[in-house]
């Protein structure tokens, strides 16, 4: 594996480790050269999963634009990577699951889906996402949200 900044193909290996459904391997890398470490995943190709959009339309799931809207409303928040790449591995995993059979998903499965992981680590980061995926255009919307929040914490 070439190492992402000297292009080095010598590395070791330093952790690896299994997802929840044993489907995905993450290994921890350094590069034998310069001693960056990178992280590699390694993952049995399957038949893509198709997200069925809002409008109908159709397209193949991509992890990565569910991690633009997480890096997006988690932005300036005291969340670090790591926490990030935990609720995407659950949320991909997630995913997956609901897909299973089928090999298909409805959009709305996965942005509810990224709020419950959202809420885990910051009711801001929830807050913000929800107000774009259930589209707030007023603030009482904002107000509802923060107090069904508020409410849910003093349950616990």
């Known amino acids: 594996m070439k190492c992402p900044r ?3 193909e010598q590395d070791k290996v330093l952790e690896s480790r299994l997802n929840k459904d044993s489907t995905t391997i993450r290994r921890r890398r350094e590069c034998l050269n310069c001693g960056y470490r ?3 995943y390694e993952r049995i190709e399957e038949k893509p999963i198709i ?6 339309s159709q397209q193949p799931f991509d992890i990565k634009k ?3 809207g997480v890096l997006t409303c988690t932005d300036k928040l005291k969340i670090n990577h790591d926490q990030i790449e935990k609720i995407l591995e659950k949320i991909e995993d997630n995913v997956r699951e609901i897909a299973r059979e089928k090999k298909f998903v409805h959009s709305t499965e996965i942005g509810e889906e990224t709020l419950k992981q959202l809420y885990t680590i910051s009711p801001v980061a929830y807050v913000r996402f929800a107000s774009v995926y259930r589209a707030f255009d007023d603030l009482g919307q904002f107000i509802e949200e923060i107090e069904h929040i508020a409410s849910q914490v003093k349950k616990n």
Do not use: L
Request: hydrophobic content about 25%; proline content about 0%; some cysteine.
């Open 66 to 68: 569910v991690e633009r």
């Open 38 to 40: 990178f992280t590699s």
């Open 51 to 56: 997200v069925i959009k809002k409008d109908g």
């Open 6 to 8: 000297c292009n080095h």
